[in-house]
């Protein structure tokens, strides 16, 4: 089983993100659906950072 967070906007274009008077998210994903956008890259980004060269097939276990 896999447990992952659900953050909201997490995949919004960086377009929609410069858009200040955006304040709605479901217009803010109309948005970028509109023009084809998604947040991959950004989110690409954030997993990069989080492991570094993507994942490497190996099972991390809270407990010893």
């Known amino acids: 089983m896999i447990i992952t967070p659900t953050v909201e906007g997490l995949l919004l274009c960086e377009e929609v993100i410069a858009q200040k008077s955006i ?24 997993l990069d950072t989080l492991e570094p060269g993507g994942p490497r097939e190996r099972c991390r276990s809270a407990t010893p």
């Open 23 to 46: 304040v709605d998210i479901e217009r803010a994903y109309t948005y970028c659906d509109e023009r084809g956008k998604s947040g991959a890259k950004a989110l690409e980004r954030l």
